[in-house]
């Protein structure tokens, strides 16, 4: 894992987010399921970069959407939290599913200084999910980890370290299990 030892979020960043939490309250959630265009737009004017069109639904939570890049047909579906305290990049024609948790940031438990602190140090860590993949349902992505193109993980899974292009991964934590190998569009559906 890549991850950086943070100083304490200034406060232009508390009142950048206390601001788009009061967006997100009563111009992003209450909006019907279709409106992704409208979501994008909202969260384009706090700073994200999203291409269009993009599947954003009114349940997704983004914590800064100044570190969120989506692709074009990207998808954060219903329930997703987005934790985006460092940068996610989210590939083209991806799909985070219902109830999955993307954190890029942590604590350092580990550092001597919470001896003599009240609280341990921020340490964060980028999230890139490729194109074409496929989080499936209740997947937490912890801070630092790359997901390649094509890859799909499975349902419950928990990521802690890179997975590899074109593979499928599960467990906890997510192991690759087996190569994704599309179909020949010419053999029949099983």
Partial sequence: MRLKRRDQLDMSNKFARAAWQVAWLLLYRPTPR??????????RCFGAKIGSPAYIYPSSRVWAPWNLEMGIHSTLADGVECYCVDKVTLGSFSTVSQFS???????????????????????????????????TTDVFVAPG?????GAVV?????????????????????????????????????
């Avoid at 409106?35 to 909202?42: D, K, V």
């Fill in 145 to 149: 980890v790359t997901i390649g193109d």
């Fill in 101 to 135: 948790y993307l954190c890029t940031a942590s604590h350092d438990y580990l550092d001597p200084a919470i001896l003599t602190q009240p609280q341990m140090p921020l340490v964060t860590g980028p999230i890139t999910i490729g194109d074409r993949v496929w989080i």
């Fill in 34 to 43: 279709v409106w992704h265009g409208w979501r994008a737009f909202l969260l």
């Fill in 154 to 190: 499975l349902a419950r899974s928990s990521v802690f370290g890179d997975i590899p292009e074109w593979t499928v991964a599960a467990g906890n934590p997510a192991k690759p299990i087996r190569k994704r190998v599309l179909r020949d569009p010419a053999a029949p559906a099983p």
